[in-house]
């Protein structure tokens, strides 16, 4: 009898195990983490939540070679894609799982993906705020530079995209994939605009920045705003991550930055966060997950010392928030 007992508990903790893994709130998979250079690792994360197959990606610098390079890596089993013989498997992830885009601004390492793609894609929504439009229709696809592939803007239109002009701090749903998202404005330089997106899935969210300067450098509050709106949610441990740029490494001057943060700068603007949301605990942020996004790639080293790795130990030598950092790698699978 104490057999079956020991052999039932085993069962029951194997089965909780699982199902604990499989209703994780959202999967990631990074098809892009560089900020710039290596044209098939730009900016570029698919999302999916818990309820469906579909996943949005946010930003599309690079897509296609990255689907592929994320597929042969196994990073899609999650899906459980039935291959067929007629379409190749990276044809099958974009046409069947993938149910639109969010784009945060048009700088080319975010939108270079999408539009390379486009001949080669089926119809999908565009989500963006009507700053990102305007320089996707009047910079991007407008005949001149690309075939206009969306809705509106220079005619003829292809209408291969459906374009969501989204007004900011207000949710849109995008019924395919089942989540919710909610833009906020960012200032990426000035007089250049960019976007953050508040993802929700059932009662849980992750927060994904575009390219983004600091509050301070630029002389706006537009961190501060989202920070503060989103510190309920850090409280009730309703947001499972935080995907936020970190572009150079400390030593950069500010007047070269162009919009980005350093770790120093970062650090900064999470402790704004921490602020927002405890009552300066010794560690305010224990246990959320900050992914880095958008590191700016070295073909320069010195003693053998890249951007990347001295990003990474300045901000791990700076992190006393008790924020877990993930520095994702191409094709990587993310639980989150």
């Known amino acids: 009898m104490d057999f079956i007992k020991w052999w039932t508990l085993l069962f029951i903790l194997i089965v909780n195990g699982s199902y604990s893994q499989e209703s994780s709130s959202f999967r ?6 560089k900020g710039g250079g290596f044209e098939n690792n730009l900016t570029s994360f698919l999302i999916q939540g818990d309820r469906s197959k579909k996943m949005i990606c946010l930003d599309a610098g690079s897509l296609l070679s990255s689907i592929d390079h994320a597929y042969n890596k196994g ?21 069947n799982h993938i149910s639109s885009y969010l784009i945060s601004h048009g700088h080319f390492d975010h939108i270079s993906g999408l539009i390379i793609a486009s001949p080669l894609d ?39 995209y459906k374009t969501v002009v989204m007004d900011f701090h207000k949710f849109y749903k995008d019924e395919d994939s089942g989540l919710e998202i909610k833009a906020y404005p960012l200032t990426h330089v000035k007089g250049y605009s960019s976007t953050a997106f508040l993802i929700k899935n059932g009662g849980d969210y992750i927060l994904y920045f575009g390219d983004t300067g600091s509050d301070k450098i630029q002389e706006v509050d537009n961190l501060s705003k989202v920070w503060e709106e989103v510190a309920p949610l850090v409280q009730s ?33 999470l402790s704004k966060l921490a602020d927002y949301s405890t009552d300066k605990d010794a560690l305010p942020l224990e246990g959320l ?27 791990k030598d700076g992190n006393n928030l ?12 993310l639980v989150l």
């Open 28 to 33: 990631c998979v990074a098809l892009g983490v």
């Open 75 to 95: 990073s899609f089993g999650f899906l459980n894609i039935n291959i067929k013989s007629d379409t190749l498997p990276v044809g099958q992830i974009l046409y």
């Open 122 to 160: 089926n119809n999908k929504k565009i989500f963006a705020s009507s700053p990102t439009f305007r320089s996707l229709h009047e910079d991007v696809f407008n005949w001149s530079s690309w075939a206009n592939f969306t809705d509106r803007g220079t005619s003829p239109y292809i209408n291969r």
């Open 237 to 269: 441990k309703k947001l499972k991550a935080v995907f936020l740029e970190c572009s150079f490494p400390n030593e950069r001057a500010d007047h070269l930055l162009f919009g980005h943060l350093t770790p120093k700068l970062f650090l900064s603007e």
């Open 289 to 315: 997950k900050v992914v880095i996004t958008h590191i700016k790639p070295s073909l320069i080293t010195k003693d053998g010392i890249t951007n990347k790795s001295k990003i990474i130990r300045q901000l």
């Open 322 to 333: 008790g924020c877990k950092l993930i520095f994702p790698e191409r094709g990587e699978c």
